[in-house]
């Protein structure tokens, strides 16, 4: 007769891990709310995962924009504008307007409405005005990230 040990070894559940996900939202889904994912995906992947939509999508991402992120590495030349839908927004842990856009609030969904002064109205143009909101998005992020379980639980 064999003996059996006293305790069995505690058996684990494997759960696949799954990040919570950020919906951000714009009216054309070229800019603001294309950088706001991109940021994420460069510097918060393992907090959340970022999607973006637009109220009425352009036909392409705007290269200056682009061209910002560009240079600190994070991609958003090669997405595509996508229209938004119920169904993104409910699937979604929380969602996120950026800039002055409409977003239809829908019952039950956790929103979150970042109020972006266009650095436009300081005077920065070109570049400059490119790259200053592209820093002003990539605090919001990560503050959010920061924040995350406090904010949009």
Same mark, same amino acid.
Request: glycine residues 8%; hydrophobic residues 40%; negative net charge.
């Given at each position: 007769?064999?003996?059996?040990?006293?305790?069995?070894?505690?058996?684990?559940?494997?759960?696949?891990?799954?990040?919570?996900?950020?919906?951000?939202?714009?009216?054309?889904?070229?800019?603001?709310?294309?950088?706001?994912?991109?940021?994420?995906?460069?510097?918060?992947?393992?907090?959340?995962?970022?999607?973006?939509?637009?109220?009425?999508?352009? =036909?392409?991402?705007?290269?200056?924009?682009?061209?910002? /992120?560009?240079?600190?590495?994070? &991609?958003? *030349?090669?997405?595509?504008? $996508?229209?938004?839908?119920?169904?993104?927004?409910?699937?979604?842990?929380?969602?996120?307007?950026?800039?002055?856009?409409?977003?239809?609030?829908?019952?039950?969904?956790?929103?979150?409405?970042?109020?972006?002064?266009?650095?436009?109205?300081?005077?920065?143009?070109? =570049?400059?005005?490119?790259?200053?909101?592209?820093?002003? /998005?990539?605090?919001?992020?990560? &503050?959010? *990230?920061?924040?995350?379980? $406090?904010?949009?639980?």
């Amino acid at each position: 007769m064999g003996s059996r040990p006293a305790t069995q070894p505690r058996r684990l559940a494997t759960m696949a891990h799954t990040h919570p996900t950020v919906l951000f939202v714009c009216n054309t889904n070229g800019g603001k709310s294309q950088m706001a994912a991109a940021l994420a995906t460069l510097d918060v992947p393992h907090v959340f995962t970022a999607i973006s939509a637009g109220l009425t999508p352009a =036909d392409t991402v705007n290269g200056q924009a682009a061209a910002s /992120l560009a240079k600190i590495g994070a &991609d958003m *030349a090669s997405k595509t504008p $996508t229209q938004l839908t119920d169904d993104m927004q409910r699937s979604a842990d929380v969602v996120v307007t950026v800039g002055d856009a409409a977003t239809p609030e829908l019952e039950g969904v956790k929103y979150v409405r970042w109020n972006i002064i266009d650095p436009s109205v300081f005077g920065a143009k070109g =570049d400059a005005r490119m790259d200053k909101l592209r820093d002003d /998005l990539r605090e919001r992020v990560n &503050d959010l *990230a920061g924040e995350f379980g $406090t904010c949009c639980s």
